[in-house]
């Protein structure tokens, strides 16, 4: 497994940190925009916490507590979150937070991802959801599983979840300098902020090409990567062998095992070869053009 992001969740409970001592304690934070349908609901603490985390260089990213229970709630919902947060950069995704009234049944709820995760990636933003493991694999579909970014909590030793993961929060009575009593602790498995930037997500500008015409398009925004372990990545690594016996690559992969050093690296070899920003992203559009190409 690569580098754990160590990070914290805030709102307007945890009142005025001192970001401070925040500072050099988290590797990134993540903050409640506000709830509901309207604008109106901001977080009283928002724009405080957004500018302080700007102000000592802290990565963030926000959530937006919903109470939809149906798409046209959810599409207010964002239209809502995308008003508050319009203006601003963030380094981690923009996270639609499911539980409470919005644990509807799984049709309802998985159509309200979509139509959230939706608008704000058309917005030009990086979404994700967060929810607790047991609603995740209860009233969320496949599609928004893989699709957006995940943040799932589960209050225990281990996160007993079978996929993939962004983030785990796993702990609700953690303590960190500069804030008084409990905040949410949370464990960060991938590298947002670089594949927020170089993607032009989240209000950071879409890099042009140089003298040296560097790739700026992803194939993939998400997808599996380094320090990923299933039955998914075994047979990717299949496809890869298959591609360098044809010479579409150069490094060699191992048969058994997750993806590691070997898979990242052969993967950003694909990407390279065909033009793309080499993030390490194996998703569905690099295995449909890697199919593509060992049919040839």
């Known amino acids: 497994m690569g580098k754990i992001y160590k990070g914290i969740d805030i709102s307007r409970y945890q009142n005025t940190p001192d970001f401070s001592k925040v500072k050099g304690s988290v590797d990134f934070v993540i903050v409640q925009a506000g ?30 507590f919903s ?18 947060i319009k203006g601003k950069q963030f380094e981690y995704p923009i996270y639609f937070d499911v539980e409470g009234k919005a644990l509807t049944d799984k049709t309802t709820v998985s159509a ?3 139509a959230f995760c939706g608008a704000l990636e058309k917005a030009g933003y990086y979404a994700g959801i967060y ?43 953690g303590k960190v300098p500069g804030i008084s009593g409990n905040v ?17 997500f989240n209000g950071f500008p879409k890099k042009k090409d140089n003298k040296k015409k560097e790739a700026t398009k992803v194939l993939d925004q ?10 998914g990545v075994l047979a990717y690594k299949e496809l890869l062998i298959q ?28 990407l390279k070869r065909w033009g793309y920003v080499q993030n390490g992203i194996m998703g569905p559009n690099l295995v449909k053009k890697l199919a593509k190409e060992l049919k040839k």
């Open 35 to 64: 709830y509901g349908k309207s604008a109106n609901q901001k977080d009283p603490q928002f724009e405080r916490n957004y500018s302080e985390c700007k102000k000592y260089n802290i990565p963030v990213g926000v959530y937006w």
């Open 67 to 84: 109470y939809a229970t149906s798409v046209d709630e959810a599409k207010l919902e964002a239209k809502a979150c995308l008003e508050v």
């Open 112 to 114: 309200c991802v979509k």
């Open 131 to 173: 929810t607790s493991r047991s609603p995740a694999q209860s009233y969320l579909d496949s599609e928004c599983v893989n699709k957006y970014a995940l943040w799932l909590a589960e209050y225990d030793s281990e996160l007993k979840w079978a996929g993939d993961v962004g983030i785990w929060q796993y702990s609700s009575t």
């Open 184 to 200: 949410d602790m949370n464990k960060g498995y991938v590298d947002y902020p670089t594949i927020i930037k170089n993607g032009g």
């Open 222 to 231: 998400k997808g599996f990567q380094y320090g990923a372990n299933n039955t």
């Open 243 to 270: 591609a360098k016996d044809k010479g579409l690559i150069t490094t060699s992969v191992k048969e058994d095992g997750g993806f590691g050093d070997g898979t990242k690296k052969a993967t950003n070899e694909l």
